[in-house]
């Protein structure tokens, strides 16, 4: 049986911290977790035959910033749709409403420059 990957991502997304849960230890511990199994996902998709450039085209476009933040920083790491990540995180880098977010894409696109 195939995992669903895009709604796994989604809902360990879900989990991340944002602005408002940081100060938040059970939230921290949440998403800690989170991206240990984000990390896992990002493996499995790549050792599979699974259409991930698909899955992470779809992530990209989702709703949630935080999405598409995970899924521009894991695509840059594995080497696809890098344009289209890079994109997407100079958006999210000036126009999230999650400080947070701002931030992260902000690393992110400094890191992989």
Known sequence: MMMDYD???VKLCEQLCSKDT???????KAHNSAMKEL???QN???????????VYGQLLVH??????????AQCIQVGILKQKSI??????SRDSQDSI???DAEMILKTYR
């Open 7 to 9: 709604d796994t991502f």
């Open 22 to 28: 940081y100060s938040d230890e059970s939230k921290v």
């Open 39 to 41: 990390a896992k996902l």
């Open 44 to 54: 499995d998709m790549r050792n599979t035959d699974n259409g991930s450039v698909d």
């Open 63 to 72: 709703k949630n910033d935080m999405v598409k933040l995970t899924a521009a």
């Open 87 to 92: 994109k997407i995180l100079k958006r999210l």
């Open 101 to 103: 977010c701002r931030f």
